[in-house]
């Protein structure tokens, strides 16, 4: 190459970052005067944002620049809209699409299918969310607790050479459809009943394709040091990047075992491994109230269920079981630690803890009393409760180090029905209110690329999670002197507050606080699709 022509490149690419040297003279839309956070961990600087159509596509001083409409965001800070890498946001997007309870932390982009759970085939789940449109960006990971049952049912046995090969190709064909990667749910039936070496077959077929292995593994109670050490093994050998997801310590007796956990993530790291973390910033959890119930108990589904707790025999056995968890494990050592969040076939219920029920009943709220309610709510239907038993110094510890991401873990619902866990109206506010300004856990910096960047490089999810010229124009404008989670367990249904203005692909979404009504998101493909994007 002449020396002429590498220094006509040279002077080309200087001319494309010098602040006045632009494509265009007028954009849709500039952010002005905002205190950019741009996802990379670095500290914050100022700068205007200019955008056309739905890319950013100018970053400096546009000042002298005309656009259709300017935002003012002097003493507001700007960052990459949110990413939330594990929700159960279905199949509440289709009743909210708006999706306010995100949208108004920030959030711009969603990912569903968590715990081994997802829909499936995946092209047909997604060309449903196109059609039916929502307000945030949207992407899946195929279950493989759904892929089992398809194939094998909830029944506790390994899988026939012909089962797995179907399974296989199962997974090939999420990941021609666009799922990010796959997810196991192995604390819950069926991927409870799967052996490892059957896990590592599946997410070696999602690793050709450049996915990922997000686990809710095993136990996050007394097992937990083994379960991050099968979490580790299957990224070895299926050679896949791993996400240890919503990682956390359950049960008093258990807690900081998080020095161990981030130990054990730190040495695989160091080894080669690509292991990470998301978590949320609470000290409770959310699931079925069959998370009492052991496993075995579960094997073929309810009707079996059911018919193992009245029998008076078997009843005995599973009891002494979901007394030990209330004592020493979700149930955070006594009833009033669960507390129903949901139950359709009785509302009475939401609201109410174990203990509060048992009472009602006429009976000591004892562990034992409160495992015969436990019984009589699986019998009326079941319920969704939450489970107060996390340590807070944990949750800290692993929101501290550098390779956790923060994810809600929470659904998308009816505003004021139930009685949920607060995470779906305020994780990602509550980080930045209370962990950040309020308590300095973390920096506002490092919290921002927890939130963005962390999960845009771990998922795959291309010109998303900084604010970089040519990326699209996912972006979340808030006051980080009034940013916070309003809702509590008490009183869940309240909106966070401080989010001033939400993009997403360039469209206003919130704009004062509130939401505009548009829902312009999108289906993000994983990197193994072979479609044509929308």
Not at 139 to 151: K, W
Not at 244 to 255: D, M
Request: aromatic residues 8%; proline residues 5%; charged residues 25%.
């Amino acid at each position: 190459m002449s020396s002429m022509r590498v220094l006509l490149i040279a002077l080309l690419a200087m001319l494309s970052f010098a602040p006045g040297a632009y494509a265009q003279d007028r954009f849709d839309l500039i952010v002005a005067g905002g205190r950019i956070v741009d996802g990379s961990g670095n500290p914050w600087y100022e700068a205007d944002v200019g955008i056309v159509g739905d890319r950013i596509v100018s970053i400096g001083d546009l000042g002298a620049f005309t656009a259709t409409r300017r935002i003012d965001a002097t003493g507001l800070t700007v960052a990459p809209g949110f990413i939330d890498p594990h929700t159960h946001a279905l199949p509440g997007v289709f009743e909210v699409p708006n999706v306010e309870s995100s949208l108004l932390q920030g959030v711009t982009t969603l990912t569903a299918g968590n715990d081994g759970s997802s829909p499936f085939p995946i092209d047909e789940h997604y060309a449903a969310i196109a059609a039916h449109k929502i307000s945030p960006n949207w992407a899946i990971f195929v279950g493989q607790g759904t892929i089992r049952e398809a194939v094998i049912g909830k029944d506790d046995r390994e899988a026939t050479a012909e089962e797995l090969s179907q399974m296989k190709q199962m997974v090939r064909e999420a990941m021609e459809h666009g799922a990010l990667g796959i997810s196991t749910g192995l604390f819950y039936v069926p991927g409870s009943f799967t052996p490892t070496e059957e896990i590592i077959e599946l997410s070696r077929i999602a690793s050709e394709y450049d996915g990922i292995y997000i686990s809710h593994m095993r136990d996050e109670a007394a097992q937990i040091i083994d379960s991050v050490k099968e979490t580790i093994r299957i990224g070895i050998e299926a050679d896949i990047p791993v996400q240890i997801t919503h990682h956390k310590v359950i049960g008093a007796k258990n807690w900081g075992e998080s020095k161990e956990t981030l130990r054990l993530v730190d040495e695989a790291r160091g080894a080669g491994v690509d292991l990470t973390i998301d978590h949320y910033p609470y000290t409770a959890s959310q699931t079925y109230i069959d998370a009492l119930i052991p496993q075995w108990a579960q094997e073929g589904g309810r009707e079996q269920l059911l018919a193992r707790i009245n029998d008076p025999e078997t009843q005995a056995v599973v009891k002494a079981a979901v007394v030990d968890k209330i004592l020493f494990d979700r149930g955070g050592g006594h009833p009033k630690n669960i507390f129903i969040s949901g139950c359709d076939w009785d509302r009475e219920l939401e609201g109410k803890n174990l203990a509060e029920i048992t009472s009602e009943r006429g009976l000591e709220p004892t562990p034992e009393n409160a495992a015969d309610v436990v019984f009589d709510i699986i019998r009326g239907g079941g319920a969704i409760a939450v489970y107060h038993a996390i340590g807070p110094e944990d949750v800290d510890r692993i929101m501290q180090h550098p390779a956790s991401a923060i994810g809600s873990d929470g659904p998308v619902g009816v505003f004021g029905e139930g009685a949920p866990h607060p995470r779906q109206y305020g994780s990602f506010a509550r980080v930045l209110g209370l962990y950040v300004r309020e308590r300095r856990v973390i920096s506002l910096e490092e919290a921002i690329r927890k939130m963005s960047s962390a999960s845009a490089l771990r998922l795959g999810i291309r010109d998303r999670g900084f604010i970089n010229k040519g990326y699209f124009a996912d972006i979340a404008v808030f006051d980080a002197d009034e940013i916070i989670d309003k809702a509590t367990f008490e009183n869940p249904h309240q909106y966070a507050v401080g989010m001033k203005y939400v993009l997403v692909n360039g469209e206003v979404v919130v704009e004062n606080g509130g939401h505009t009504g548009r829902r312009p998101g999108r289906v993000l493909y994983g990197p193994g699709y072979v479609g044509q994007a929308n």
